[in-house]
């Protein structure tokens, strides 16, 4: 979501910066495109790590005897964190 809320930024930026020849008095719509973009490629930059640091897999194995048998357990716990 926060990647797509970045292009979304980016491009409405540069829509008011490229496309569009509008005079407000007291406004720079120039200077509010380019901040749009900008906040744009940081927004979408911190999606990207954060959708990086989401796929990790965390693998724990445990040994352990077993008082009965005398047989050496050994269990394999994997878990994804998507």
């Known amino acids: 979501m926060s990647m797509g809320l970045g292009i ?3 491009v409405i930026g540069a829509i008011l910066v ?3 020849n509008i005079d407000v ?3 720079d719509i120039n200077m509010i495109g380019y901040i749009l973009m900008g906040a744009g490629v940081i ?3 911190i999606g990207l790590v954060m959708l990086f640091r989401r796929r990790s ?3 724990t194995q ?3 005897v077993d008082d009965v048998t005398g047989e050496r357990i050994t269990r ?3 878990r994804d964190d998507i």
């Open 43 to 45: 927004i979408f930059l």
């Open 62 to 64: 445990r040994t352990a």
């Open 18 to 20: 490229w496309a569009l």
């Open 25 to 27: 008095q007291g406004v």
């Open 76 to 78: 394999t716990d994997q």
């Open 8 to 10: 979304a930024l980016f």
């Open 57 to 59: 897999v965390t693998t």
